[in-house]
């Protein structure tokens, strides 16, 4: 049996800070986190731990730091890293232009795995344990990704991509092979370790609705499995949706009809939706992943978080790499602030934090699992440097409480200050030890 104690600063949350600041989060300044063969078994102020545990338990001390829970990144595209930044176009346009050439890619199993070990170990790098993930068309993809997630046994949730419309041939799949291909997938991938499987339409432009009924009837066949998609991120998309379901009221009905929303559904972006479907959101517990740094690359628009709030939708953050510009969801904090500033609200750092850590555990129905330092929890947790930088290091010297601490850390923040990335109690990001993400053989 492996035992040891984590001391340091330690922050994690018990709830939303909206529902009352006090009661949400936990912050102990001499804090101690014990873990035992990968799960958290205590969390409490260091001296008073340290005097219950036999005197033979190793100690890890983590000096000018500040321990949480591992980021939880709500909606990613592994497959795009390496079209991250290209220039020039919205949306549709950004889609045909620069993201169908590099899917078609992964047609090539080998290819995916040399794309997907280089992106789970800039998702370590980046301070993000777990991630809800789209892969290609390619049932390959899949298998790629999960294997690499599996040999790092990092808790993740991926699917492959459905598109039998609107897309170039080579990247289209039919509302038969899709289905069969997914069903495999699910029975080889979902639920296998820290594993799951989503079921991925891209979004209804690229589904017919008989593909979309498919995903329905993977969903009602395998309870347990995810939904992932997005929807209403950009005008001309919403109005393409209206010309393509000219039988639908509107956007979210376009899945709805199939039997898409629900407590494990997750749909990214959400920006322009309206009043009839934020209630139906609301209605059904369906998700969203709010992904400020790529609404702004793209100039989707604001997502209107406080609405989101005001109608109990669940909500947590994504970097949508690769329209998302950073893998980091500290960067991702700081984007997010300033999207809510635009629209005359003031994002508080201690809901940034909890966004990126037990709220997006609860925006992928992980709240038993991870999210928080509570007992029982498995032991995925952050080392961040306080003084990653040379300016940070100064800046936070005139920090004088949580509060500043964390906003000027969601602020001036990136992967520098991610010094190690633990998965089940085992350091698999050192920022200075590169060599310890490469996957075991
Ligand atoms: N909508 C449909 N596909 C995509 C995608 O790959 N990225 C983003 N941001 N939006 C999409
Ligand atoms: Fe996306």
């Not at 545990?53 to 939880?72: M, R």
């Not at 200050?417 to 089940?424: H, N």
């Amino acid at each position: 049996m492996s035992r040891v104690l984590h001391r340091g600063s330690l922050l994690h949350f018990l709830d939303d800070p909206q529902k009352g600041l006090k009661e949400s989060y936990q912050y102990f300044i001499d804090g101690a986190l014990l873990v035992e063969n990968g799960h958290v078994t205590a969390i409490g102020d260091a001296q008073q731990l340290i005097e219950s545990l036999p005197s033979d338990t190793q100690i890890q001390e983590h000096k000018n730091a500040l321990l949480v829970p591992g980021f939880v990144d709500t909606h990613i595209h592994y497959p795009q890293m390496d079209i991250i930044g290209a220039h020039g176009e919205q949306l549709l346009e950004w889609l045909d232009t620069y993201v169908f050439p590099v899917e078609a890619k992964f047609a090539d199993i080998e290819y995916a795995q040399q794309v997907a070990r280089r992106f789970l170990k800039e998702l370590l790098r980046n301070g993000t344990t777990t991630a809800l993930v789209f892969g290609t068309v390619h049932p390959q993809s899949v298998d790629a990704f999960f294997s690499e997630a599996q040999s790092l046994n990092l808790r993740m949730i991926a699917g492959k991509v459905m598109m039998d419309r609107n897309a170039p041939d080579n990247l289209k799949d039919t509302a038969e092979s899709s289905y069969r291909d997914s069903k495999a997938l699910i029975q080889r991938w979902h639920d296998r370790g820290r594993l799951r499987y989503a079921v991925t339409p891209r979004f209804a432009p690229t589904s017919t609705p008989e593909q979309l009924k498919a995903a329905g009837q993977l969903l009602r066949e395998h309870p347990g499995v995810y939904l992932h998609t997005h929807m209403s991120e950009n005008l001309n998309e919403v109005a393409w949706v209206e010309e393509l379901f000219p039988h639908l009221d509107h956007y979210l009905h376009s899945y709805d009809d199939a039997g898409l929303l629900g407590r494990r559904s997750v749909f990214a972006h959400c920006v322009h939706l309206s009043e009839v479907e934020w209630q139906r959101m609301a209605e059904t517990q369906s998700n969203i992943a709010f992904c400020p740094t790529s609404n702004l690359f793209l100039g989707s628009g604001l997502f209107p978080l406080a609405k989101a709030e005001s109608c109990g939708v669940n909500v947590g953050l994504g970097t949508d790499i690769g329209a998302g510009t950073s893998f980091s969801l500290l960067e991702t904090m700081d984007a997010a602030y300033k999207v809510q500033q635009l629209q005359g609200h003031s994002l508080t750092p201690f809901k940034s934090f909890y966004l990126a850590t037990l709220g997006g555990a609860r925006t992928l129905d992980l709240e038993s699992k991870i999210g928080n330092f509570i007992p029982g929890k498995e032991a995925d947790f952050l080392v961040l440097d306080l003084a990653a930088t040379p300016l940070l290091e100064q800046r936070m010297q005139h920090c004088e409480d949580l509060f500043e601490t964390l906003f000027v850390l969601s602020t001036l923040g990136d992967d520098r200050c991610i010094r190690e990335s633990w998965i089940m109690g085992e350091c698999k990001h050192r920022r200075d030890d590169s060599a310890l993400s490469e996957p075991q053989p």
